[in-house]
């Protein structure tokens, strides 16, 4: 018998499924890279914005010695835009680093942790990675059910996930909503409110989160600048939460977490209005041109509030991966979801206007065969 290293919670964790990288598809499949549509990772198709750059390249003279562990220039920034004090913020290696670090602070192993069905997959990593015991609510209409979630909270639960709006469904809990569940949630439940697609809500969607988290000490807003702020590559996000969770988060934190180029770059791209909003008109429009070519298709999708849509790839559980592999030949990287339980759907991430064009003529080809 080989010798079992690790606990057991850890053994049984299946990996995360990133979306298949252009050069893999590129050797897989006999493609010249050039030609390869990547709508897999939810990714800015306008790329970092020229601000970042610009900050990026002019951080890298100083890229010797090691980055500012407090983050004291971006902080400063996160703070004059959120108005919170800086000891309110927790900066993290994307906001997947402030997930994890939420379940390390917060859960004990066989403690629980609730979220929902089709929720982000990371939640289920992070749960488990402490071993803890996930509470999985069903879904309503592939969105969260916030009145289940909160009748599911058990006397060990410690933590919930919240992703609003979620992915990858791309649906949306409005404002209200929330609300009243975080007045049903007992107070010392930590509740994750995941707002990484924000930035892509219309005016009339938006809501005043930080305003919650100054009510209600359990409340933890993550953000991230991997979508709208077009740097997933360099990988920053951050926390807004008060002290008693912010404390604890940054305990536990690598001291080092965020590179000195992210930290750069990060500056220059939250205060840059002008990338924010081209990002979201183009969403918005990338959106109109997928809807209306599966409404002309028949093809069933879930209304998105993200930079992605969720489409129906066929009625058989074999027809995500199906029509993937066809994608695929014809050099066109979507995401399957069958490891959310969803095998017959596919995610489709907003690009630009001619890379749409051609997922759209490969889908056409894709289902024809
Ligand atoms: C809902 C949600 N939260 C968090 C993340 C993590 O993104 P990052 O670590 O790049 O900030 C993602 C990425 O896909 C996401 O979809």
Known sequence: MPIEFGPEYVRRLAPYQAGKPISEVAREFGLDEAGIVKLASNENPLGMPESARKAM??????????????????????????DVPEDWITLGNGSNDILELAAHAFVQPHESVVYSEYSFAVYALATQGVGARAIVVPSVHYGHD????ARAIESDTRLIFI??????????????EIEKFLVAVPPEVVVVLDEAYNEYLAPQLQYESVAWVRQYPNLLVSRTMSKAYGLAG???????????????????RQPFNVNSLAQAAAVAALNDKQFLHESAQMNAAGYVQLTEAFDAMGIEYVPSFGNFVLMRAGNDDAAGSRVNLALLKLGVIVRPVSNYGLPQWLRISIGLPEENTAFLNALKKALAE
């Open 146 to 149: 916030l009145g289940a979630m």
């Open 163 to 176: 992703a609003n709006p979620n992915n990858p469904t791309g649906t949306f809990v409005p404002a209200a």
């Open 57 to 82: 390249l002019a951080a890298v003279s100083d890229i010797g010695r090691y980055p500012d562990a407090n983050g004291f220039v971006l902080k400063k920034a996160i703070s004059a835009k959120y």
């Open 234 to 252: 360099l990988r920053v996000g951050f926390a807004i939460a008060q002290p008693g969770l912010t404390d604890l988060l940054n305990r536990i």
